[in-house]
């Protein structure tokens, strides 16, 4: 296959975890960003919708952070990120829909809502799936979310906990010290390669995501 580009912001936990994925298969490619705060027009006569990531290989594109890396899985084999089993396979999917469809709006749903009345509710609802995750982790027989072996799972989850530090800075919720699993976890990615060569540090959450927390974004 020709080298593929990636449409990525480094503030995006989406276009993150497409990132990692690349990292981890060693997959050539090329990234280019995208200023989210003030979209160029150019990048709409890419996108569909605008947002990042994207994933163009010739003249096709790909969209969404979740199918991206369910193609690149299947479409680079030889370093697989989930489970070849089809009973693990399906439930390592089932923890990357509970990211998408309920911890994740309440992460981001506390980060961007600016009614402070709304706040606590949210905090509420994180903390519930929180609980969750830490149950489900310390249900594994290995050092990651499936087992022994990093799996996209862990790249669908490992940005938001990198990211953590904006809530605290901005929304005064700080990862609870007692889910010693997750912290465990969060620790142990922080030590893979595909992290250390995308990370970023906390400064630099704290001063992208200011324009979205007071609401400036955009003005």
């Known amino acids: 296959m020709n080298t593929l580009q990636l449409y990525s912001s480094d503030v995006c936990p989406f276009a993150y975890r497409v990132r990692l ?48 890396n369910e193609f690149l899985e299947d479409a680079y084999p030889d370093r697989p990120l989930l489970p070849r089993d089809p009973v693990a ?15 994740q709006p309440n992460f981001c749903g506390l980060v961007f809502e600016l009614d402070k009345k709304k706040h606590d509710k949210i905090k509420d609802a994180l903390r519930e799936s929180l609980v969750f ?4 982790l310390a249900e594994t027989p290995g050092a990651y979310w499936l087992g022994d072996e990093c799996s996209l799972v862990d790249l669908t989850y490992y940005p938001f906990f990198e990211q953590a530090v904006v809530l ?40 992208a995501y200011r324009p979205y927390v007071d609401g400036t974004i955009g003005k």
């Open 21 to 68: 994925a690349l990292h981890e298969k060693a997959i050539p490619h090329e990234v280019i960003s995208v200023d989210l705060g003030n979209i160029p027009d150019w990048y709409y006569e890419i996108s569909p919708t605008g947002r990042a990531p994207l994933l163009k290989q010739k003249d096709q594109v790909i969209w969404e952070s979740t199918v991206i």
């Open 168 to 207: 605290a800075k901005y929304r005064g919720f700080e990862m609870p010290e007692k889910h010693v699993n997750l912290n465990r976890w969060q620790a142990t990615m922080k030590q893979r390669a595909s992290v250390q060569d995308n990370c970023r540090d906390s400064d630099f959450y704290i001063d």
């Open 89 to 103: 396979r399906a439930h390592a999917r089932i923890w990357i829909e509970y990211c998408n469809n309920t911890f």
């Open 133 to 136: 995750l830490e149950a489900g």
